[in-house]
């Protein structure tokens, strides 16, 4: 028999009621775009009693004329200048970061300076090399990544079947997602589509960006302990561009974890028609997969299906990390010190790949039009599915575009440059 999702504690029913003189006083980097939710789930916090939302920076806070209006109502002080913010508020003990990628590693620093607690948006940090000095100064553990899946039901039911044996022996994850981005998603500020923003590590892209969450969630169903993340030991991937972006749009890859699982995944953005997240996990006994996008839980046992909204998770995962800072929860669902399998899984795929390959126009798509235009790699959703039921990257399926790959070790990786693969000319 499957767990019932009462059997989990993801239950609210268990935690402690907060007291009102033990409030976490938070301030947020980064307003707009997914600041937004950041900025919704912190008053909502607040009305819980758990937080109080101390101060907001921005560097474009004088653009966002509702955003101040809706602090100043508030009393929530503001500030352009994230350093500022560090300098004037002393009272704060946490900080949730919602900036951009390339703006997640300096922002950490001056939190950890401080000794606040830090909620990360997801990616960590783009490179092998910035994760583990960030790791030396996160000793104490205050950093928590915002990989929310980690809070579902899907997922924390499907790592208790993997962790109690229910499916047999894990042998296989595979995965596939096409989540459609047009020119306004990457024409939407400064980093979107790049591999640096000068100097900057940015590496943007399916894998390590909007599709992060699959291959975190793999390394978390990959280990055996029950709040434990595999990590690879050696990566196989292609990485494509079909738009012309300095960054990658698609890629596929195969990694040996840790424990002898296969993961395989392939993921895009150039594609007309989006095609949900799967997740699939085969063991000796059975198989069981996460669909739509993660809110559902199904398999080949006749076991119930398990579903749950996203935004219920989401704010499941917030509130968790808020518990932990607070000190009345073990660990919030991913500690920094958890995503050593993510970052080295998404450093060897660039390392294996050599090169970001550009799809010809001939096996591509354009639909021209401003901000909507988009690239989609010809009968690239039948590609996927082979990878889904066969393993297979693209190079394994004959498609003249594709381009094989060497396999990489990630065992004792400890820094890769992203400059070799800046493209000469688009
Ligand atoms: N967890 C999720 O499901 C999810 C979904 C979307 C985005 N994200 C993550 O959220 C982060 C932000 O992504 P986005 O697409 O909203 O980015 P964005 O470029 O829209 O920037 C978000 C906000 O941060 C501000 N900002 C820029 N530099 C800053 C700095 N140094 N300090 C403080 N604020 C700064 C921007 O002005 C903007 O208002 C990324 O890490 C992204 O991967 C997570």
Request: proline share 7%; aromatic share 8%.
């Amino acid at each position: 028999m499957p767990p019932e999702a009462s059997n989990l504690s993801l239950e609210k029913a268990e935690l402690p009621t907060p007291s009102a003189d033990d409030k976490l006083p938070m301030a947020l980097f980064g307003a707009s775009g997914y600041g937004t939710f950041h900025l919704n789930a912190l008053f909502s916090l607040e009305k819980k009693g758990l937080i109080e939302l101390a101060a907001v920076a921005d560097p474009a806070i004088s653009r966002l004329e509702e955003v101040r209006a809706n602090l100043e109502e508030h009393h929530v002080p503001w500030y352009e200048e994230p350093g500022r913010l560090f300098q004037q508020e002393r009272k704060i003990k946490a900080v949730s970061i919602a900036a951009p990628i390339p703006w997640h590693e300096g922002l950490c620093r001056a939190a950890l300076e401080q000794d606040l607690y830090v909620f990360l948006e997801k990616p960590p940090v783009p490179l092998i090399q910035q994760w583990d000095s960030l790791l030396r100064l996160d000793a104490s553990r205050r950093i928590a990544v915002a990989f929310q899946n980690i809070a579902s039901l899907p997922i924390q039911t499907l790592k208790h079947w993997c962790v109690e044996g229910r499916l047999g022996k894990i042998e296989t994850i595979r995965i596939t997602a096409a989540w459609p981005r047009k020119t306004k998603y990457y024409e939407r500020n400064s980093w979107a589509g790049k591999l640096h923003l000068g100097d900057v590590p940015v590496f943007d892209g399916p894998a390590t960006n909007a599709l992060a969450h699959v291959l975190h969630d793999a390394m978390f169903l990959a280990s055996p302990q029950p709040s434990g993340f595999a990590v690879p030991l050696e990566v196989k991937a292609e990485l494509y561009r079909a738009r012309p972006i300095e960054s990658y749009d698609t890629c596929c890859l195969r990694a040996l974890l840790e424990g002898g699982i296969e993961l395989t995944a392939a993921l895009t953005h150039a594609c007309e028609e989006t095609s949900p997240y799967k997740i699939v996990v085969t063991g000796s006994r059975g198989k069981a997969w996460i669909s739509a996008d993660g809110t559902r839980l199904e398999n080949n046992q006749g076991w119930p299906d398990i579903e749950e909204p996203s935004a219920q998770y989401r704010s499941r995962c917030y509130e968790n990390f808020i518990l932990y800072a607070l000190g009345r929860r073990p660990r919030p669902d991913t500690f920094f010190a958890d995503t050593r399998g993510y970052v080295l899984l998404t450093n060897g795929m660039i390392l294996s790949s050599g090169a970001i390959h550009t799809i010809p126009t001939a096996y591509k798509s354009v639909v021209d039009a401003g901000q909507e235009a988009s690239y989609a790699i010809a009968g690239v959703l039948p590609l996927l599915q082979t990878t889904l039921e066969q393993g297979l990257l693209f190079s394994e399926q004959g498609v003249p575009w594709a381009v094989g790959c060497q396999m990489q070790s990630v065992r004792q990786l400890s820094s890769l440059s992203l400059k070799s693969c800046l493209p000469a000319l688009l």
